[in-house]
């Protein structure tokens, strides 16, 4: 089973700078095989977060195949690459689109980070876009685990 990244969209009551409670809805973004296994961690890290009462209001698979943080940076970029193959029994070039997200200070910085993991990774390729994701947080599973309580002997 392959593992995608899921956006999660979650409404909750927040306390605004006066103290009166406003609804704010944001964007989560986590790892998980399935959808089910994704709403559940949404629930516990929401649950852990001490973010109450909430409401999922929408889960999608997203077509991020990874996600590259920087822990200096909270702004998150969607980044499509285009990855040149040759088809050799045919004599074709190819375009095969991925998108990573990454999180950088700016599209420029987006761009940069981007352009040097490719890089590294030595193969053609160009970055047609980069755009700006309101997302809140992005939890990759092996970045987060659960405050679990002590269990009591009797």
Sequence with gaps: MKKHWFNC????MKPDSEG???KKTEQFVLDAYTYTEAE??????LECEGIRPFEITQ?????????IRFAECD???????????VD??????????QYILVSAADVRD???????HMNAVKVGYIIPS????KIAEVFPLEEWTPVTEPVLAE
């Design 9 to 12: 969209k979650v409404g909750y």
């Design 20 to 22: 009166n409670e406003t």
């Design 40 to 45: 559940t961690r949404m629930v516990e890290i």
């Design 59 to 67: 889960i999608t698979k997203t077509t991020v195949i990874e996600v």
């Design 75 to 85: 702004k998150w970029f969607r980044v499509k690459i285009s990855l040149t193959t």
């Design 88 to 97: 050799e029994s045919k004599g074709v070039e190819k375009e095969a689109n």
């Design 110 to 116: 987006a761009y940069d980070k981007a352009s040097g």
């Design 130 to 133: 980069v755009v700006y994701q």
